[in-house]
């Protein structure tokens, strides 16, 4: 029996196969696809694309770019979203104390800035080319 080559390189076409089993595919680039996390402004990002920026989508995806993209996308979301709660919750004094006298009062202030940053990043974000 044979032993088959892990990966092969076609001459006329310069493409590299890699054995999976008892087949050759092409193989993928040298170096892994980094893993970053997928977050809520990633999954927006990607739906706003596809429904509303398609050419930009196709480009993206057709190139390749599209997951770093969309990483790229949900870091800048996550630390201006930290951002704009502590800034929105200082200017406003929503602070511990509160939490300590009233938690339902500072449960809804929370939550209304909470809400506010979304939709500040969704404008200044997501919805951007």
Request: charged letters at 30%.
């Amino acid at each position: 029996m044979e032993k088959l080559e892990k990966y092969i390189t076609d001459e006329r076409t310069g493409l590299k196969y890699e054995l999976v089993g008892d087949y050759y595919f092409i193989a993928g680039d040298d170096e892994p696809e980094e893993h970053r996390q997928i977050g809520i402004w990633r999954q927006r990002r990607l739906r706003y694309l596809r429904q509303h920026k398609r050419l930009l989508y196709s480009q993206l995806l057709l190139s390749g770019k599209l997951n770093e993209h969309l990483a790229d996308i949900n870091e800048q979301a996550e630390v201006m979203y930290q951002l704009l709660v502590k800034q929105i919750s200082e200017c406003e004094n929503i602070d511990e104390q509160l939490k300590a006298e009233n938690q339902m009062a500072w449960i809804g202030a929370m939550n209304n800035i909470h809400n506010r940053a979304g939709e500040i990043i969704m404008h200044e974000l997501i919805y951007q080319e």
